[in-house]
């Protein structure tokens, strides 16, 4: 992207501009909200209504690096400044859910890929040197949360954040199952532990629990295959964040809640699950759904993160890594997330 077209969209505007560092994401087994279309490389044909090609749009999101020019207007961010962009650059500006700092929530949120402004612009994703959008969806990256390990929180980060505060499962002691310990999981467990909370990781695989015990620091590790080990757990948790995208079944996850307690979903399975009734009557037990958080949670959570020490756990890879890493996503060789050192990468090459 040439300055010149940088300087004609920011000017006069709320816009900055910024040099990505570690633009993200591949995925781990348990993916995001918005995944990459692996089959297909990752890359997605915006059609317009006359079905003409309009642009190739790489669906990465989690997106971090330096200010390099700043529209007349901006006044949260300078020159130099470390920020970050995640699932969204805009939404309506006028809605309940805007003016409530929920703009996730808002019905007409633009997503950072395979999305349109309301003047028709598209917008194309983390795959680019430079990257304009407007100061109110950009995060200030603290100083000490590195910018590799820290862009993956700019959506699995809050994805997990919002929810643990939001339903009251950030109260020291409290008791909170983590379904799932992949990109999503593993950052939860970090989060819920800084919280205070006593963390328990339920998982399909047995061979998850040295990792969750030893290395993430959770308390308790469940198989949840083993029914005898489920079966004891009965009633002990107040909430789950439930990470998973596969289909599975909820019935024993809820089992496992105390009474008022809540299993609160962030992944998105292909399939509907099935809900079973009479489980959450008796114990008047919550399921619910969250997904990312507001700018001002967003900015909050990062903070936080700071603050404690959380960083994704990731594997560094240059641009021209990406088929390979695609293919090694596809296979599940991946230890939880793929963050692209775009910066780097077009320095060596030129």
């Known amino acids: 992207m040439s300055k010149g077209f940088i300087v004609s969209l920011l000017a006069p505007s709320p816009y900055l501009a910024f040099t990505k560092i570690a633009p993200y994401e591949a995925t781990a087994q348990h993916g995001c ?6 089959e297909n490389g990752g890359i997605e044909a915006v059609i317009t209504e006359d079905n003409d090609l309009e642009a190739y749009v790489a669906k990465l999101h989690e997106i971090v690096g330096v200010v390099t020019e700043v529209g007349d207007k901006v006044q949260k961010f300078k020159i130099g400044d470390n920020v970050g962009v995640g699932c969204m650059v805009g939404p309506c500006h006028s809605c309940e859910n805007y003016n409530n700092n929920l703009e996730n929530y808002c019905p007409n949120m633009i997503f950072t890929y395979s999305a349109k402004y309301h003047d028709g612009t598209a917008t194309y994703g983390g795959y680019s040197d430079h990257m304009v959008a407007d100061e109110h969806y950009v995060v200030r990256i603290p100083d000490g949360l590195p910018l590799d390990a820290g862009a993956p929180l700019l959506c699995a980060g809050i994805t997990v954040y ?3 505060k939001y339903f009251g499962l950030d ?3 409290t008791r909170v199952g983590i379904v799932g310990l992949g990109g999503l999981g593993h950052v939860a467990v970090k989060f819920a532990k800084a919280m205070g909370a006593n963390v328990t990781v339920i998982s399909t695989s047995i061979n998850k629990k040295e990792e969750a015990l030893e290395k993430l620091g959770a ?3 469940l198989v949840s295959r083993d029914q005898d080990q489920m079966n004891a757990a009965i009633g002990t948790l107040d909430g789950i964040i439930d990470t998973v995208s596969a289909v599975h079944s909820l019935l024993p996850l809820i089992g496992l809640l105390k009474s008022h307690g809540k ?3 962030v992944g998105v399975p292909e399939k509907p699950l099935e809900l ?3 489980p959450l009557l008796m114990g008047r037990k919550i399921v619910a ?3 990312m958080g507001g700018m001002k949670e967003t900015q909050e959570m990062i903070e936080f993160a700071a603050k404690h020490s959380i960083r ?5 890879i240059p641009a021209d890594y990406v088929n390979t890493a695609m293919k090694r996503l596809v296979k599940g060789d991946i230890n939880y997330r793929f963050v692209i050192d775009v910066g780097n990468t077009l320095k060596s090459s030129n």
């Open 312 to 316: 994704a756990d990731i594997e560094l």
């Open 219 to 221: 308390d308790s590790f």
């Open 276 to 278: 079973p009734i009479f």
């Open 171 to 173: 109260n020291p002691g």
């Open 289 to 291: 759904g969250s997904a």
């Open 162 to 164: 919002s929810p643990l």
């Open 33 to 38: 909200l918005s995944s990459l279309e692996i």
């Open 263 to 265: 299993l609160v979903m």
